[in-house]
T-cell receptor, first 116, second 117 residues
Framework: AQSVAQPEDQVNVAEGNPLTVKCTYS??????LFWYVQYPNRGLQFLLK??????LVKGSYGFEAEFNKSQTSFHLKKPSALVSDSALYFC??????????????FGDGTTLTVKP | GAVVSQHPSRVICKSGTSVKIECRSL??????MFWYRQFPKQSLMLMAT?????????EQGVEKDKFLINHASLTLSTLTVTSAHPEDSSFYIC?????????????FGEGSRLTVL
């Protein structure tokens, strides 16, 4: 079975400061890892993914994430937060892209609030 | 980027009626689509995996006769909430994976907020 943990329900940062949203995963095999963002009353938007290759992945809106195999983590980061980054962030893991193996497991989400 | 359209975005219905929600991939084909339910301030709960041309695969605890899923074409999946009751009120979201794409990311619809009176 695969699982994702987002240990923080809420992350608060000041605008201009760096932000980190944490994610750890558990999967038996090589993970496909994803970050999605959800704005109020909207669907989720894809931010970035790790499949293979460089451990540091860059994505949309200046976000990046680092895959750490030894710590089974995939934390989302941004050097300088914007008020508009305030949203609900989901980490997800899957084992591949076939129909059932590719079924993604989502974390419980972390609400990011950036204060001006 | 790939776009998924979900309709309606909001629907209010009376208890006992049925409601159909559509999920369309606008610029790509999707053999597989997923339906989720999201409660306020909570994560996504996967309800079922919708497979084009075959029966949907439901998650444990999800009533297949209550939540009917049809995936008749490579660009359309529908979720019908039958005989809706107030406890079915929720935010329903669909997602799709592009057929043949070996990248794994999901493209989500904008969600449908169902309110059953």
């Amino acid at each position: 079975a695969q699982s994702v943990a987002q240990p923080e329900d809420q992350v608060n940062v000041a605008e201009g400061n760096p932000l980190t949203v944490k994610c750890t995963y558990s999967v038996s095999g090589n993970p496909y890892l994803f970050w999605y963002v959800q704005y109020p009353n909207r669907g989720l938007q894809f931010l970035l993914k790790y499949i293979t290759g460089d451990n540091l992945v860059k994505g949309s809106y200046g976000f990046e994430a680092e895959f750490n195999k030894s710590q089974t983590s995939f934390h989302l980061k941004k050097p300088s937060a914007l008020v508009s980054d305030s949203a609900l962030y989901f980490c997800a893991v899957s084992l591949g892209v076939n129909t059932n193996a590719g079924k993604s497991t989502f974390g419980d989400g972390t609400t990011l609030t950036v204060k001006p | 980027g790939a776009v998924v359209s979900q309709h309606p975005s909001r629907v209010i219905c009376k208890s006992g009626t049925s409601v159909k929600i559509e999920c369309r991939s606008l610029d790509f084909q999707a053999t597989t689509m997923f339906w989720y339910r999201q409660f306020p301030k909570q994560s996504l709960m996967l309800m079922a995996t919708s497979n084009e041309g075959s029966k949907a695969t439901y998650e444990q605890g999800v009533e297949k006769d209550k939540f009917l899923i049809n995936h008749a074409s490579l660009t359309l999946s529908t979720l019908t909430v039958t005989s809706a009751h107030p406890e079915d009120s929720s935010f329903y979201i669909c997602s799709a994976r592009e057929t043949g794409a070996n990248t794994g990311e999901l493209f989500f619809g904008e969600g449908s907020r169902l309110t059953v009176l």
